[in-house]
């Protein structure tokens, strides 16, 4: 049975930072790249960040650069976003996503967790 769990979410205030952990289970977690994305209320949801199968590369969205960073731990099934200088505007569900290489024929969401940015 394949699961990805995230945690981490909370309120915080603007400025302040957040790490989110996504863990797996039931698939081979370093076949995958993982993503993670985001949905606001009344908007689609987007992507943040990703990091390749081995961990060596990773993108972001352009709101994002700079400020979160992407990593995983494969020994662990563990992916991470670290949130720095959170604004309002990253207020959000975030959602883990695992996507199997290289065709991406396998596709997995967790259940999200809500980040909340606010004074």
């Known amino acids: 049975q394949v699961q990805l769990v995230e945690s981490g979410g909370g309120l915080v205030q603007p400025g302040g930072s957040l790490r989110l952990s996504c863990t797996a289970s039931g698939f081979i977690f370093k076949s995958y790249a993982m993503n993670w994305y985001r949905q606001a209320p009344g908007k689609e949801r987007e992507l943040v960040a990703g990091?390749?199968?081995?961990?060596?590369?990773?993108n972001y969205a352009d709101s994002v650069k700079g400020r979160f960073t992407i990593s995983r731990d494969n020994a662990k099934n563990t992916v991470y976003l670290q949130m720095n200088s959170l604004k309002p505007e990253d207020t959000a569900v975030y959602y883990c996503?695992?996507?199997?290489?290289?065709?991406?024929?396998?596709?997995?969401w967790g259940q999200g967790t809500q980040v909340t940015v606010s004074s």
């Open positions: 990091i390749t199968s081995s961990g060596r590369t990773a």
């Open positions: 996503n695992a996507r199997s290489v290289p065709a991406g024929t396998k596709n997995y």
